[in-house]
């Protein structure tokens, strides 16, 4: 069974930094495209950023710039570096591994919260 655990959330000031971090244990990470999503109060859960198996990467434009996601084959781990932070990325951080066959994972959620 597929279980993703993210952490690394918290509370900053904005234009500080958090490093999210997501272990996936259960699936063939390393053939697997990873990715962070985020949900606000209110609104829909939307992508911040995706690596592939080939270390492609997405980002979404609002985060441009500002976050880095990378991944560790040998952890099975991806992070989010995300620096600058904005009070505008406040949000449950989602961690997500789509798998080669078109299955989906997602963790639990960790909240980033950030003041102004």
């Known amino acids: 069974q597929v279980q993703l655990v993210e952490s690394g959330g918290g509370l900053v000031q904005a234009g500080g930094s958090l490093r999210l971090s997501c272990v996936d244990s259960?699936?063939?990470?390393?053939?697997?495209?990873m990715g962070w999503y985020r949900q606000a109060p209110g609104k829909q859960r939307d992508l911040v950023a995706t690596?592939?198996?080939?270390?492609?990467?997405n980002y979404a434009d609002s985060v441009k710039g500002r976050f880095t996601i990378s991944r560790s084959n040998a952890e099975n781990t991806v992070y989010l570096q995300m620096n600058n932070l904005k009070p505008e990325d406040t949000a449950v951080y989602y961690c997500?591994?789509?798998?080669?066959?078109?299955?989906?994972?997602w963790g639990q959620g960790t909240q980033v919260t950030v003041s102004s």
């Open positions: 690596i592939t198996h080939g270390d492609s990467t």
């Open positions: 259960g699936s063939i990470f390393r053939f697997n495209t």
């Open positions: 997500n591994s789509h798998g080669v066959f078109g299955t989906d994972y």
